[in-house]
């Protein structure tokens, strides 16, 4: 198998980066090469320092690597996990997704299997409508969506989300979400296996 998947995250809090952590180990054990990497934290350092949960996940992943663009032209299928703000992913995602200008232009990012999870502070925060519209990028690139769909039960059992698996903050992280996750990792992996 030649899948050389980057999962790339961004959490304020904490709960995009286990969910992206979860996607990452259940991709090596499908056989991917997996990079977990980090976008670029755009907020001022006094606001994520003056917030004490920010700080502790910004101090816990100060050894996970940022992502580049050499990173994505490395990567065969990519894995997006970011919160909902708003109805859209976090405005971290999407500078780390303005940067890409370059490797769309020359075609870097297209015919790539690509699929994205996100999480909100409330059930109905928007998350499905954060999917599709981070899809709407992937389109423009010329990348392949592959969401889970309704694949597997483990999907019914987490809310029944077909775009992508979205968690709410604060709830646990039982085994069926963790089988959630694993599932739509594997069927990126399968699936870029295929492309590749």
Not at 115 to 120: I, P, V
Not at 121 to 139: C, D, K, P, R, W
Not at 148 to 156: H, L, N, R
């Amino acid at each position: 198998m030649s899948v050389r998947l980057a999962v790339v995250y961004y959490s304020t809090y904490g709960t995009n980066h286990r969910m992206a952590a979860i996607a990452a180990d259940a991709a090596r054990a499908a056989g991917a090469e997996v990079r977990l990497l980090k976008v670029t934290e755009t907020a001022p350092a006094e606001v994520v320092a003056a917030t004490d949960a920010w700080k502790a996940q910004a101090e816990k992943t100060a050894d996970v690597p940022v992502a580049t663009a050499a990173d994505m032209e490395w990567a065969n299928a990519y894995l997006f996990s970011a919160p909902t703000r708003f109805g859209v992913m976090a405005s971290q995602m999407r500078a780390f997704i303005d940067t890409l200008g370059g490797v769309w232009a020359k075609g870097a990012l297209a015919n790539k299997a690509i699929s994205a999870m996100s999480s909100a502070q409330n059930a109905h925060g928007g998350q499905e409508v954060t999917l599709l519209t981070f899809y709407a990028s992937v389109i423009h690139w010329g990348g392949i969506v592959v969401a889970p769909g309704y694949t597997d039960p483990s999907i019914f059992k987490v809310g029944g989300n077909p775009y992508g698996y979205s968690h709410t903050q604060g709830a646990e992280f039982t085994d069926d979400v963790k089988t959630a996750i694993s599932h739509q990792a594997r069927r990126l992996v399968e699936v870029a296996a295929k492309l590749a």
